[in-house]
């Protein structure tokens, strides 16, 4: 798979025709992979070259309206690693300050025409891109007509006849809900991040875990005891990840930890994926250290039982 990066209008010529779909991709849920298995089925009826996915360096609205801004489901290079599972050839990531100013029209010509070669474009019934969002899906038909593609807008959030949208697994995480996410998303939700020192406190209980610095723009589930896969390199081990703020010794700092369970290698500063299979309860504030001992204790075993 190629992967572009930087400004579009100075990407390599494609060297061949594609079929192009536009849009954030957070998650690359079921709905979109609906829409991806279509563009492939339409690429090959077409006879184009290559089907091509133009995503975005961050959300849009994290520019627009930072206020409103989600946190993502995905990062940009996870975001790119899934859409090459799916069989895409081409990911491009598109700078948004760069291309929201663009004219529309100069959007169109330089990057899906000239670079691109597209035969066909897949948007969103709502698209809007360019100058003040002054270009829509008129505004890529009648430039289609000029260069000789076709556009498609469709809805992105619909996919196997039940509607799938990033906005609604976003809800599910933040009711603790993984497994209404994993059914939406067709994978468990992922939360990747970096193995940072920590004070030292599941270690002195018995359990020493892995405090993880999350990227500030991805979303962290509600808070509570989850059953974890934990990838680290490319080993897979069974965990339990504890999300909030420790209650039991007054924390105020919300924290990602994860304890993992049979055998670990030295984990400092080192990449761990968790993959979210059931949450096992709800974070609460315990008696003392022994009561919270005792309690981890019965988690360790729930998660054994469920991750098999």
Known sequence: MKVLTGDPTQWPPSGGTSAVTIGVYDGVHRGHQAVLEDLGHAARGLGVDRTVVLTFDRHPASVVNPGAAPKMLTSVGRRIEILGELGVDTVGVLPFEHIRQMHPEE????????????????????????????????????????????????????????????????????????????????????????????????????????????????????????????????????????????????????????????????????QIRLRFIERIRDERRFAGPDELVEQIGRDVEKARSILG
């Open 107 to 270: 959007f169109v010509e330089r990057v899906l025409v000239e670079v691109l070669q597209a035969k066909l474009v897949v948007v969103g019934s709502n698209f809007r891109f360019g100058v003040d969002r002054s270009g829509d899906v008129g505004t890529l038909q009648e430039v289609g007509r000029r260069f000789g593609f076709d556009v498609d807008a469709i809805d992105l959030l619909r996919g196997d006849g039940d509607t799938v949208s990033s906005t609604a697994i976003r809800r599910a995480l933040g009711d603790g809900e993984v497994g209404v996410a994993a059914a939406a998303l067709g994978r468990p939700y992922e939360l990747e991040g970096t193995v940072v020192t920590g004070d030292g406190r599941g270690r002195a209980l018995g359990y020493p875990t892995a405090n993880l610095a999350i990227p500030e723009e991805l979303l962290i589930p509600a808070d509570g005891v989850y059953a974890v896969m934990a990838d680290v390199g490319d080993r897979s081990y069974h965990a339990v990840a504890n999300i909030g703020v420790r209650p039991t010794f007054d924390g105020t700092d919300r924290v990602v930890e994860a304890f993992i369970l049979d055998g670990v290698p030295y984990l400092y500063g080192r």
